[in-house]
């Protein structure tokens, strides 16, 4: 059963930092891509950003609103994926979704396993 | 960034309805259009991917269509279990954008 288990998450001032963590199993790993996802409270969905695997040389894509100040790396030993978030911004609070995509073929990476997701708050 | 807009963003339907939510996107994204479905409380779940494609466990009441700037997402006979908000997401260029959600509420 693939599992994507969130950690890391809480109440962080303005421009702080925080790391947060995402413990996969239940598939290999290695092979996938991984993005991160956010929701702010009542809010929609927003694509944070992604890391692909060693194949593709762990390259990253982020969204322009996160970039510069958030990387995503991966452990693939430890079978972890991990988002550190820098200078943090009110803006950013929401919940944190870590997602399996599903293949690395073009236009069919869509997300087809998501974990719980966890809440990061900055507040002062 | 290619700009997803759903219609309507709200609705609300009774039980055994057939509902249609409907996501144009900016530009032409060919057939990279993924729906899901999320419940308060709850991570999205994968629907439809390749715009028309059912993911394997998902009701066959749910079917998707559409190429290009517009999609549909079709609910034949709505379900206690489908009052939800759905969303779509465009993988033909990044960022991954998504749709704003519809809300479907029960009647």
């Known amino acids: 059963e693939v599992q994507l288990v969130e950690s890391g998450g809480g109440l962080v001032q303005p421009g702080g930092s925080l790391r947060l963590s995402c413990a996969a199993s239940g598939f290999t790993f290695s092979d996938h891509y991984m993005d991160w996802v956010r929701q702010a409270p009542g809010q929609g969905l927003e694509w944070v950003g992604r890391?692909?695997?060693?194949?593709?040389?762990?390259?990253?894509e982020y969204a322009a609103s996160v970039k510069g100040r958030f990387t995503i790396s991966r452990d693939d030993s430890k079978k972890s994926l991990y988002l550190q978030m820098n200078s943090l911004k009110t803006e950013d609070t929401a919940v944190y979704y870590c997602v399996r995509v599903a293949s690395s073929s073009y236009g069919r990476d869509h997300f087809d396993y998501w974990g719980q997701g966890i809440l990061v708050t900055v507040s002062s | 960034d290619i700009q997803l807009t759903q219609s309507p963003s709200f609705l609300s339907a009774s039980v055994g309805d057939r509902v249609t939510i409907t996501c144009r996107a900016s530009q032409g994204i060919s057939n990279y259009l993924v729906w899901y479905q999320q419940k308060p409380g709850k991570a999205p779940k994968l629907l439809i991917y390749?715009?028309?494609t059912l993911q394997s466990g998902v009701p066959s009441r749910f079917s998707g269509s559409g190429s290009g700037t517009e999609f549909t997402l079709t609910i034949s006979s709505l379900q206690p279990e489908d009052f939800a908000t759905y969303y779509c997401?465009?993988?033909?260029?990044?960022?991954?954008?998504f749709g704003q959600g519809t809300k479907v509420e029960i009647k």
């Open positions: 390749a715009a028309s």
């Open positions: 997401q465009q993988l033909n260029s990044y960022p991954r954008t």
């Open positions: 890391i692909r695997n060693k194949v593709n040389d762990y390259t990253t």
